[in-house]
């Protein structure tokens, strides 16, 4: 699929597509792990793998990756996701259109019920998801609301710093696309403030840093309201004697 010979590439197409209607449905997750290793083994990211780019050259990939990501193992579901991630760096807008909807649309619904499943898997379905946000911001703006929601969920994991930290930079991604962002600082002003009332500091401290992206990250958009109740959020962590990402949070804010 990354051979210079286009004729090369149209035969590997050909061959994949075939191979991939020869196996039986219930046979295609297992086929996700190496499937994840083979991709990260061709091209590199940030450059289109030409069998990609050619008419519906992501098309062979898809039940595959969306058997793993819904039906597998954790395994399977982690591989999956991170597959999708690694296709978006590696395909060029044009080709991954088609297929915005069949990805973004599991990995959105995977994510939202990722409680049951491990830290590795959810990480890897905020990544993929932040990665798109990134790379083809205009193909998944239909779905902003969605992935608000999901990124927020995840700032907030009650298990996982990794998860939390993944979520805290596809948050800062994704505001600068947005021209609303009062409601989500108000959201997680809440959130940080319910964190310490139980007792969970590092979640708290997870969502401040969320709260310091998408001061950063916004541009012209806060508003002084905003501004206030996060400088109000501030002095109350000041008072109860602060955590590692008062001093980011504060920076972010004089610098808007």
């Known amino acids: 699929m990354d051979d210079p010979i286009p004729d090369v590439v149209s035969a590997a197409w050909v061959a994949l597509d075939s191979f991939v209607k020869a196996v039986p449905k219930d046979e295609l997750e297992g086929l996700v792990p190496p499937l994840r290793r083979a991709i990260e083994g061709v091209g ?3 450059r289109t793998v030409p069998g990609f780019a050619v008419h519906k050259g992501l098309g062979p990939l898809v ?25 978006v760096s590696r395909t060029d807008e044009v080709a991954l259109k088609p297929f915005v909807v069949p990805f973004t649309g599991p990995l959105i619904r995977v994510g939202t019920q990722a409680g049951a499943f491990p830290p ?9 998801l932040g990665a798109m946000v990134e790379g083809i911001p205009t193909l998944v703006r239909s779905f902003f609301p969605q992935l608000q929601r999901t990124f927020v969920k995840a700032a907030s994991d009650p298990v996982s710093l990794a998860v939390r930290s993944r979520a805290v930079v596809a948050l800062g991604a994704l505001v600068k696309h947005q021209a609303r962002v009062d409601p989500l600082v108000t959201e997680l002003a809440g959130s940080v403030r319910s964190s310490r009332d139980v007792g969970e500091e590092a979640v708290a401290a997870s969502l401040v840093g969320a709260l310091a992206s998408v001061a950063k990250n916004s541009g012209n958009n806060l508003g002084q309201a905003s ?8 002095r109350e ?6 955590d590692g990402e008062l001093g ?4 972010e804010l004089l610098s808007n």
């Open 120 to 128: 590795a898997v959810k990480g890897a379905i905020v990544g993929a």
């Open 227 to 234: 501004k206030d109740l996060c400088i109000e959020l501030l």
């Open 237 to 242: 962590g000041l008072r109860d004697g602060g």
């Open 63 to 87: 039940p595959m990756l969306v058997a793993g990501l819904t039906t597998g193992s954790s395994e399977q579901r982690e591989a999956a996701a991170t597959a999708m991630g690694e296709l």
């Open 44 to 46: 590199a990211p940030g």
């Open 248 to 251: 980011l949070f504060y920076n």
